[in-house]
């Protein structure tokens, strides 16, 4: 039996795609959207059983960065084994694959596991937990006058850097955000811009069963429960989440949001991180 890991290759885009729709169940669509979008800009490492994939692995390119300190890191994204090959150590094996290439190109690699409990197993692998999101729940009061307009990805970047910079946080390309919007649309999502208290905010959100879903946005809690009327208004929604960084707000569900290897453990903010 012929076994190896390579990297992924255009041609095999339907067995990622098959693999993709066992471990994820999302519609033909999406997955297509998802790698034409991205197969170009992304890294797919695949494990094979001859030369069939049948395990794999997606990394982004992004760059954590702490006041003048740049350091280059991979996002992991998108992991999963067919159900067939599970339990041989495939998944693993892709792990270790990229923690040799981190090791040998000196950058960080993070990723956000489904679940906080499956930190034991991501330990077991080198990877160590980081930072926390809280996720707050925000019920409308009052709909203030709020005007908002359509936010290009590449000016929202330019937002993002200027609201997270006087933290460590993983700055993305401008083509990251760029999809992120576009996976955020397709959910009936938005992404806006708007004046409050004198300075320009963003935010990226989508309704969800008469919820609205903040992913990201630098209002803080107090602005969020301000404005929380208005920006149901705008979604059409009952009730507003949204995940904020952990250590900048004290209410709220703790969430995993990142593990890392190969770098040290800052609370670094990762949001934008396709979970």
């Given amino acids: 039996m012929d076994t190896g890991i390579r990297l992924a290759e255009k041609r095999d885009i339907p067995a990622l795609t098959e693999i993709w729709k066992v471990c994820f169940g999302d519609?033909?669509?999406?997955?297509?959207?998802?790698?034409?979008?991205?197969?170009?800009?992304?890294?797919?490492?695949?494990?094979?059983?001859?030369?069939?994939?049948?395990?794999?692995?997606?990394?982004?390119?992004?760059?954590?960065v702490n006041?003048?300190?740049?350091?280059?890191?991979?996002?992991?994204?998108?992991?999963?084994?067919?159900?067939?090959?599970?339990?041989?150590?495939?998944?693993?094996?892709?792990?270790?694959?990229?923690?040799?290439?981190?090791d040998a190109?000196?950058?960080?690699?993070?990723?956000?596991?489904?679940?906080?409990?499956?930190?034991?197993?991501?330990?077991?692998?080198?990877?160590?937990?980081?930072?926390?999101?809280?996720?707050?729940?925000?019920?409308?009061?009052?709909?203030?006058?709020?005007?908002?307009?359509?936010?290009?990805?590449?000016?929202?970047?330019?937002?993002?850097?200027?609201?997270?910079?006087?933290?460590?946080?993983?700055?993305?390309?401008?083509?990251?955000?760029?999809?992120?919007?576009a996976d955020n649309a397709y959910f009936n999502g938005q992404t806006l811009a708007f004046e409050w208290d004198g300075a320009v905010h963003f935010l990226m959100g989508a309704p969800a069963d008469g919820t609205l879903l903040i992913t990201e946005t630098d209002l803080s809690l107090p602005q969020l429960k301000a404005l929380g009327g208005a920006l149901c208004d705008v979604f059409g929604a009952g009730l507003l989440k949204a995940d904020l960084p952990g250590d900048a707000c004290g209410e709220g569900e703790e969430i995993l949001s990142s593990i890392i290897y190969n770098a040290p453990r800052n609370n670094t903010y990762v949001n934008l991180i396709l979970s």
């Fill in 27 to 64: 519609p033909d669509d999406y997955i297509r959207l998802f790698y034409r979008e991205n197969f170009d800009f992304l890294t797919a490492a695949v494990y094979t059983v001859d030369g069939r994939p049948v395990s794999m692995l997606h990394w982004f390119d992004a760059v954590f």
């Fill in 67 to 102: 006041g003048s300190e740049r350091r280059d890191a991979k996002f992991l994204y998108a992991g999963g084994t067919l159900p067939g090959a599970r339990g041989k150590g495939y998944y693993g094996a892709l792990f270790g694959y990229a923690k040799a290439l981190a």
């Fill in 105 to 181: 190109g000196d950058f960080a690699l993070f990723g956000k596991p489904a679940s906080r409990d499956l930190l034991p197993y991501y330990r077991s692998l080198g990877f160590e937990a980081d930072a926390c999101f809280r996720r707050v729940t925000v019920r409308p009061g009052e709909i203030k006058p709020l005007t908002v307009f359509p936010l290009p990805p590449e000016e929202y970047n330019r937002l993002r850097d200027r609201a997270f910079r006087g933290r460590p946080y993983a700055k993305w390309p401008d083509r990251h955000v760029r999809w992120c919007a």
